[in-house]
């Protein structure tokens, strides 16, 4: 019997001055905190679809759980995020969803592009991959998938980074892992990166 996918989507408590803090500084802390709240709703929203095929885990940080209760419906598990800086922070969401069988992927709420068919073709990737990834344009990418645990795999990325996902590239080939990319999508950490998506969006339906 085949073990039921798992997907983290890693969330920050939408607290002004503590998410968001490249677009806060042209914004300001307390608008760039809720737009990033509208972002959480919005993203989870959209990968509903998944629920029976994916169980979809709300790796959380910023609070205590009853804090997010406004998006408990929408995540069948809510697991906090250990301390540590994000490699760490992936290592232990990825070995923890491992244990429990099954091809992992992790995303972020910050990627509006984000959606249900996007986290399925991830995970079709993996049916003949070891690795996905969804590049952004910024050179990290927003979604990361594995069909099983790899040691090592998420040490010494430089993370929020330019070079983020070659190097996770480079890091693979060294070990051998085979790689399947996803479509690129557009990661909102800046106010520039907020326009480009507020003009896209302006385009024909």
């Known amino acids: 019997m085949a073990r039921t996918a ?3 989507v890693f969330l920050k408590y939408p607290r002004a001055g ?6 806060a500084e042209s914004i300001g802390a307390r608008r760039a905190a809720a ?11 959209r990968l509903q679809p998944l629920r029976g095929r994916v169980r979809i885990v709300a790796y959380f ?11 408990h ?14 490699g760490e ?5 990825f070995a923890a969803a491992h ?55 998420f040490r010494d990325i430089p993370w929020s ?3 983020t996902l070659s190097v996770h590239l480079t890091r693979c080939a060294e070990n051998g892992w085979s790689v399947g990319l996803l479509p690129a999508r557009r990661d909102i950490d800046t106010v520039d990166d907020w326009r480009e998506h507020l003009s896209g969006q302006k385009g024909p339906a």
């Open 6 to 8: 798992m997907l983290l």
């Open 18 to 23: 503590a998410v968001k803090t490249r677009l």
């Open 35 to 45: 737009l990033y709240r509208g972002w959480v709703t919005l993203v989870l929203s």
């Open 61 to 71: 940080d910023g609070a205590a759980r009853e804090e997010f209760a406004p998006w």
């Open 73 to 86: 419906p929408l995540a069948d598990e809510w697991w906090g995020q250990p301390e540590g800086d994000l």
């Open 89 to 93: 922070r992936l290592r232990a969401g």
């Open 99 to 153: 244990a429990a069988g099954g091809k992992v992927a992790a995303v972020g709420t910050d990627c509006l592009e984000l959606d249900a068919p996007l986290v399925v073709a991830a995970l079709d990737v993996l049916e003949g991959h070891d690795v996905v990834f969804g590049p952004a344009l910024d050179g990290g990418y927003y979604l990361v998938g594995t069909a099983r645990e790899f040691p090592g795999f």
């Open 161 to 163: 980074s330019p070079s």
